[in-house]
T-cell receptor, first 113, second 110 residues
Framework: DGGITQSPKYLFRKEGQNVTLSCEQN?????MYWYRQDPGQGLRLIYY???????QKGDIAEGYSVSREKKESFPLTVTSAQKNPTAFYLC????????????FGDGTRLSIL | KNEVEQSPQNLTAQEGEFITINCSYS?????LHWLQQHPGGGIVSLFM???GKKKHGRLIATINIQEKHSSLHITASHPRDSAVYIC????????????FGKGTKLSVKP
Protein backbone atom coordinates (compact mmCIF):
# COMPACT_ATOMS: atom_id res chain seq x y z
CA ASP A 1 0.00 0.00 0.00
CA GLY A 2 1.17 3.51 -0.76
CA GLY A 3 1.72 5.98 1.99
CA ILE A 4 4.02 8.30 3.89
CA THR A 5 6.59 6.88 6.29
CA GLN A 6 8.08 9.04 9.00
CA SER A 7 10.91 7.79 11.15
CA PRO A 8 11.69 7.53 13.91
CA LYS A 9 8.41 7.79 15.82
CA TYR A 10 10.18 9.13 18.91
CA LEU A 11 13.45 11.06 18.88
CA PHE A 12 15.53 12.51 21.66
CA ARG A 13 18.11 15.21 21.22
CA LYS A 14 20.75 16.66 23.46
CA GLU A 15 21.07 20.41 23.48
CA GLY A 16 23.43 21.63 20.78
CA GLN A 17 22.87 18.65 18.49
CA ASN A 18 21.37 18.62 15.04
CA VAL A 19 18.87 15.86 14.29
CA THR A 20 17.27 14.76 11.04
CA LEU A 21 13.71 13.53 10.71
CA SER A 22 12.95 11.25 7.80
CA CYS A 23 9.92 11.47 5.50
CA GLU A 24 9.50 9.05 2.60
CA GLN A 25 6.47 8.68 0.34
CA ASN A 26 5.72 6.10 -2.34
CA UNK A 27 2.63 7.87 -3.64
CA UNK A 28 4.50 9.59 -6.47
CA UNK A 29 3.38 12.94 -5.07
CA UNK A 30 5.03 16.10 -6.31
CA UNK A 31 4.52 18.33 -3.28
CA MET A 32 5.75 17.62 0.24
CA TYR A 33 5.39 19.56 3.48
CA TRP A 34 6.71 19.66 7.03
CA TYR A 35 4.46 20.88 9.85
CA ARG A 36 5.08 21.40 13.53
CA GLN A 37 2.36 20.78 16.12
CA ASP A 38 2.50 22.11 19.68
CA PRO A 39 -0.06 21.41 22.42
CA GLY A 40 -3.11 23.63 22.08
CA GLN A 41 -2.00 25.05 18.75
CA GLY A 42 -2.81 24.36 15.14
CA LEU A 43 -0.25 22.86 12.79
CA ARG A 44 2.26 25.38 11.48
CA LEU A 45 4.15 25.11 8.20
CA ILE A 46 7.94 24.81 8.44
CA TYR A 47 9.02 24.12 4.84
CA TYR A 48 7.44 22.87 1.65
CA UNK A 49 8.63 21.61 -1.70
CA UNK A 50 6.63 21.42 -4.90
CA UNK A 51 9.32 19.87 -7.06
CA UNK A 52 12.64 18.08 -6.70
CA UNK A 53 15.62 20.33 -5.91
CA UNK A 54 13.35 23.21 -4.90
CA UNK A 55 11.79 24.18 -1.56
CA GLN A 56 10.37 27.24 0.18
CA LYS A 57 10.26 28.47 3.75
CA GLY A 58 7.00 28.32 5.61
CA ASP A 59 5.87 30.40 8.57
CA ILE A 60 8.37 29.04 11.11
CA ALA A 61 11.46 28.00 9.12
CA GLU A 62 14.06 29.50 11.47
CA GLY A 63 16.28 26.81 12.98
CA TYR A 64 15.26 24.19 10.42
CA SER A 65 16.66 23.03 7.08
CA VAL A 66 15.43 20.64 4.38
CA SER A 67 16.53 19.02 1.15
CA ARG A 68 14.63 17.50 -1.76
CA GLU A 69 17.12 15.50 -3.77
CA LYS A 70 14.62 12.78 -4.65
CA LYS A 71 10.90 13.00 -5.34
CA GLU A 72 10.04 10.48 -2.65
CA SER A 73 12.16 11.94 0.16
CA PHE A 74 11.97 15.21 2.11
CA PRO A 75 14.14 15.06 5.25
CA LEU A 76 13.93 17.79 7.88
CA THR A 77 16.95 18.77 9.97
CA VAL A 78 16.34 20.45 13.30
CA THR A 79 19.46 22.47 13.98
CA SER A 80 20.89 23.69 17.25
CA ALA A 81 19.65 27.16 16.25
CA GLN A 82 16.07 26.02 16.91
CA LYS A 83 15.61 27.18 20.49
CA ASN A 84 12.47 25.23 21.29
CA PRO A 85 12.52 22.05 19.21
CA THR A 86 10.35 19.89 21.46
CA ALA A 87 7.21 19.27 19.39
CA PHE A 88 5.37 16.81 17.19
CA TYR A 89 6.44 16.94 13.54
CA LEU A 90 4.20 15.88 10.67
CA CYS A 91 5.09 15.33 7.04
CA UNK A 92 2.48 15.57 4.30
CA UNK A 93 2.31 15.25 0.53
CA UNK A 94 -0.09 15.56 -2.37
CA UNK A 95 -0.31 15.64 -6.14
CA UNK A 96 -0.22 19.14 -7.54
CA UNK A 97 -3.35 20.44 -9.19
CA UNK A 98 -6.82 21.44 -8.11
CA UNK A 99 -8.78 19.18 -5.79
CA UNK A 100 -5.95 17.01 -4.51
CA UNK A 101 -6.18 16.07 -0.81
CA UNK A 102 -3.15 15.98 1.42
CA UNK A 103 -1.84 12.71 2.83
CA PHE A 104 -0.11 12.75 6.21
CA GLY A 105 2.47 10.58 7.91
CA ASP A 106 2.16 9.31 11.49
CA GLY A 107 4.53 11.95 12.85
CA THR A 108 7.75 12.11 14.86
CA ARG A 109 7.78 13.31 18.45
CA LEU A 110 11.03 15.15 19.24
CA SER A 111 12.11 15.76 22.83
CA ILE A 112 15.12 17.48 24.35
CA LEU A 113 17.14 15.55 26.92
CA LYS B 1 -7.83 36.60 16.30
CA ASN B 2 -7.09 33.23 14.72
CA GLU B 3 -7.91 32.92 11.05
CA VAL B 4 -9.53 29.52 11.64
CA GLU B 5 -11.66 29.03 14.73
CA GLN B 6 -13.14 25.73 15.81
CA SER B 7 -15.80 25.04 18.40
CA PRO B 8 -16.10 23.40 20.76
CA GLN B 9 -12.50 22.78 21.86
CA ASN B 10 -13.53 19.66 23.74
CA LEU B 11 -16.61 17.51 23.32
CA THR B 12 -17.79 14.47 25.25
CA ALA B 13 -20.69 12.44 23.91
CA GLN B 14 -22.48 9.21 24.65
CA GLU B 15 -22.39 6.45 22.07
CA GLY B 16 -25.14 6.92 19.52
CA GLU B 17 -25.39 10.70 19.84
CA PHE B 18 -25.37 13.07 16.87
CA ILE B 19 -22.27 15.27 16.97
CA THR B 20 -21.56 18.62 15.36
CA ILE B 21 -18.19 20.37 15.21
CA ASN B 22 -18.02 23.89 13.82
CA CYS B 23 -15.36 25.79 11.92
CA SER B 24 -15.34 29.49 11.07
CA TYR B 25 -12.68 31.21 9.02
CA SER B 26 -11.86 34.79 8.19
CA UNK B 27 -9.77 34.46 5.01
CA UNK B 28 -10.65 33.80 1.40
CA UNK B 29 -10.26 30.15 0.59
CA UNK B 30 -10.20 27.75 -2.33
CA UNK B 31 -11.00 24.70 -0.23
CA LEU B 32 -11.68 23.62 3.34
CA HIS B 33 -10.38 20.37 4.79
CA TRP B 34 -11.57 18.25 7.68
CA LEU B 35 -8.89 16.03 9.19
CA GLN B 36 -8.93 13.38 11.90
CA GLN B 37 -5.98 12.92 14.25
CA HIS B 38 -5.88 9.75 16.35
CA PRO B 39 -4.17 9.52 19.76
CA GLY B 40 -1.00 8.15 18.16
CA GLY B 41 -0.69 11.36 16.18
CA GLY B 42 -1.28 10.25 12.61
CA ILE B 43 -3.67 12.37 10.55
CA VAL B 44 -6.23 11.19 8.03
CA SER B 45 -7.95 13.47 5.55
CA LEU B 46 -11.74 13.10 5.87
CA PHE B 47 -13.11 15.69 3.47
CA MET B 48 -12.04 18.45 1.15
CA UNK B 49 -14.85 20.90 0.36
CA UNK B 50 -15.21 23.96 -1.79
CA UNK B 51 -19.00 24.16 -1.73
CA GLY B 52 -22.12 22.37 -0.56
CA LYS B 53 -22.07 19.09 1.28
CA LYS B 54 -20.20 15.78 1.26
CA LYS B 55 -21.06 12.51 2.96
CA HIS B 56 -18.94 9.48 3.73
CA GLY B 57 -20.50 6.78 5.85
CA ARG B 58 -21.62 8.37 9.13
CA LEU B 59 -19.71 11.58 8.47
CA ILE B 60 -21.21 14.62 6.80
CA ALA B 61 -19.40 17.88 6.05
CA THR B 62 -21.07 21.10 4.94
CA ILE B 63 -19.73 24.48 3.97
CA ASN B 64 -21.35 27.89 3.56
CA ILE B 65 -18.95 30.05 1.58
CA GLN B 66 -20.92 33.28 2.10
CA GLU B 67 -20.92 32.84 5.87
CA LYS B 68 -17.37 31.43 5.95
CA HIS B 69 -18.50 28.51 8.05
CA SER B 70 -18.29 24.74 7.90
CA SER B 71 -19.67 21.96 10.05
CA LEU B 72 -18.66 18.34 10.50
CA HIS B 73 -21.44 16.03 11.66
CA ILE B 74 -21.11 12.50 12.97
CA THR B 75 -24.28 10.43 13.11
CA ALA B 76 -24.68 7.47 15.49
CA SER B 77 -21.36 8.22 17.18
CA HIS B 78 -19.18 5.36 18.36
CA PRO B 79 -16.19 5.20 20.76
CA ARG B 80 -13.91 4.59 17.78
CA ASP B 81 -14.81 8.11 16.59
CA SER B 82 -12.84 9.48 19.56
CA ALA B 83 -10.10 11.63 18.08
CA VAL B 84 -9.10 15.23 17.44
CA TYR B 85 -10.90 16.74 14.46
CA ILE B 86 -9.05 19.52 12.67
CA CYS B 87 -10.39 22.09 10.24
CA UNK B 88 -7.92 23.59 7.75
CA UNK B 89 -8.38 26.08 4.95
CA UNK B 90 -6.38 26.56 1.79
CA UNK B 91 -6.18 29.80 -0.14
CA UNK B 92 -4.62 30.75 -3.43
CA UNK B 93 -1.22 29.59 -4.55
CA UNK B 94 -0.02 26.20 -3.42
CA UNK B 95 -2.95 24.31 -2.03
CA UNK B 96 -0.67 22.76 0.54
CA UNK B 97 -0.23 26.04 2.38
CA UNK B 98 -3.08 25.33 4.73
CA UNK B 99 -4.12 27.32 7.78
CA PHE B 100 -5.15 25.00 10.57
CA GLY B 101 -7.58 25.34 13.42
CA LYS B 102 -6.53 24.17 16.87
CA GLY B 103 -8.71 21.11 16.70
CA THR B 104 -11.71 19.71 18.57
CA LYS B 105 -11.04 16.81 20.91
CA LEU B 106 -13.96 14.37 20.78
CA SER B 107 -14.47 11.63 23.30
CA VAL B 108 -17.35 9.20 22.77
CA LYS B 109 -18.26 7.14 25.84
CA PRO B 110 -19.81 3.67 25.53
Amino acid sequence: DGGITQSPKYLFRKEGQNVTLSCEQNLNHDAMYWYRQDPGQGLRLIYYSQIVNDFQKGDIAEGYSVSREKKESFPLTVTSAQKNPTAFYLCASHYTGVGQPQHFGDGTRLSIL
Amino acid sequence: KNEVEQSPQNLTAQEGEFITINCSYSVGISALHWLQQHPGGGIVSLFMLSSGKKKHGRLIATINIQEKHSSLHITASHPRDSAVYICAVGGGGSQGNLIFGKGTKLSVKP
